[in-house]
């Protein structure tokens, strides 16, 4: 415990000091939480990606303190996003408590998630102004703006997992977000395989969004190579950040990115809590 508390304030003391650096136009960081929780901070926004949870990795409530106390890096948060209520993503008990303790952040989430937190926290409903509902159908979209940033969700089909016959994920929603800071544009997939974005493509024609920054799940690349040129040729990113890795796969990850780095040397995958990348793009 004292050796897991000394790392967490090694780490909040270094990151700290990078904080303080502000962030050039046309630069984006990225800073891995754990599971498929993200900072992503632009020269005026910060938004977190599904950042409170409670199962799923060996570093669970590491960041934690530092979220729900906003303390640097996670101060003058926009937006907190959360992709679907598995608790790998989802603790209804921190968010509702991070909303209480910051009510300039808004809370973008489809209507079963806010439900399902309702349900479990019933306060909740409490924190409705900052509610920006977004649900849209299975391969469909729908657009919102709020604290000055443009949010367009996807409703993506979640990873299946079929026992006895049945798929346990079925009704589960999966929304998978494209946001626009400050002229960069990142997509957070959530859980989805490959199949979830074909079925997007037959239904809807060609992907047709600009993707700057694609953070997305390992299980994208169930078929590696394959799976790496469709997404390529479909969302066209300029990086890829490589999300929801199991602990025990996690070489297993780093060997793949090897294999991809002659197709695309933009790819990475960000393992520990608080490893970030600084991204340059020239266009913005």
């Known amino acids: 415990m004292k050796t897991s508390l000394f790392i967490l304030l090694f780490i909040f003391s270094f990151w700290t000091t990078r904080a303080q650096k502000s962030i050039e136009k046309g630069n984006l960081n990225i800073t891995y939480i754990s599971n498929a929780g993200f900072l992503v901070s632009s020269t005026n926004h910060r938004i977190l990606f599904d950042a409170l949870f409670s199962y799923g990795s060996k570093y669970i409530g590491m960041m934690t303190p530092l979220i729900i106390d906003g303390r640097s890096p996670f101060n003058n948060i926009d937006l907190l996003l959360l992709s679907h209520y598995h608790s790998d993503h989802c603790d209804p008990g921190l968010i509702n408590k991070y909303l209480a303790a910051h009510r300039h952040v808004k809370f973008v989430a489809s209507k079963p998630a806010i439900s399902f937190i309702n349900g479990v926290c019933y306060d909740f409903i409490l924190r409705k102004k900052q509610f920006v509902v977004m649900t849209p159908e299975m391969d469909k979209s729908q657009s919102a703006i709020s604290n000055g940033i443009e949010i367009k969700a996807f409703g993506l089909k979640h990873n299946s997992y079929i026992r006895e016959g049945i798929d346990m994920n079925e009704s589960m929603l999966n929304v998978s977000y494209l946001v626009n800071l400050d002229g960069i544009k990142v997509f957070h997939s959530g859980d989805i395989r490959t199949s979830s ?28 190579q394959d799976d790496l040129q469709l997404i390529l040729n479909t969302l066209k990113p300029e990086y890829i950040v490589i999300m929801h890795v199991p602990d025990e796969l996690t070489s297993e990850c780093r060997k793949m990115i090897s294999d991809f780095k002659p197709s695309f040397s933009n790819i990475m995958f960000l393992q520990n809590p608080m490893d970030s990348v600084m991204l340059e793009f020239k266009h913005n």
Do not use: H, M, R
Not at 201 to 213: F, I, P, R, S, Y
């Open 197 to 224: 974005l074909k079925s997007y493509l037959e239904a809807n024609g060609k992907w047709t969004e600009k993707v700057d920054v694609a953070i997305l799940c390992y299980s994208l690349f169930e078929d590696g």
